[in-house]
């Protein structure tokens, strides 16, 4: 069963960062693709970045430059480092496996000043 926890957001001023982390359990992570989404409210869930089980990454138009996604196999965990945050990236941040319907319940991102 997979299981998967958000943690590492919280409040923070337009041009800040903050890394959030998503630990996996119930899964070989180094087998698993894994996506980072968000949803702000009023909007539909959106993908922010991806990682493959080789590495290759992809991130959304809306956030590359900004927002890095990597991933430690050896702690079960994915990461998502954002910076330069923008307010218009306010939403819940969710981590998903990929043909997985599991999702975790998401960690809080508000950027404002």
């Known amino acids: 069963q997979v299981q998967l926890v958000e943690s590492g957001g919280g409040l923070v001023q337009p041009g800040g960062s903050l890394r959030l982390s998503c630990a996996t359990s119930?899964?070989?992570?180094?087998?698993?693709?894994v996506a980072w989404y968000r949803q702000a409210p009023g909007k539909q869930r959106e993908l922010v970045a991806s990682?493959?089980?080789?590495?290759?990454?992809y991130s959304a138009d809306s956030v590359k430059g900004r927002f890095t996604i990597s991933r430690d196999n050896a702690k079960n965990t994915v990461y998502l480092q954002m910076n330069s945050l923008k307010v218009e990236d306010t939403a819940v941040y969710y981590c998903n496996v990929p043909g997985s319907s599991a999702w975790g319940q998401g960690t809080q991102v508000t950027v404002s000043s």
């Open positions: 990682i493959g089980s080789g590495g290759s990454t």
């Open positions: 119930g899964i070989i992570l180094r087998n698993r693709a």
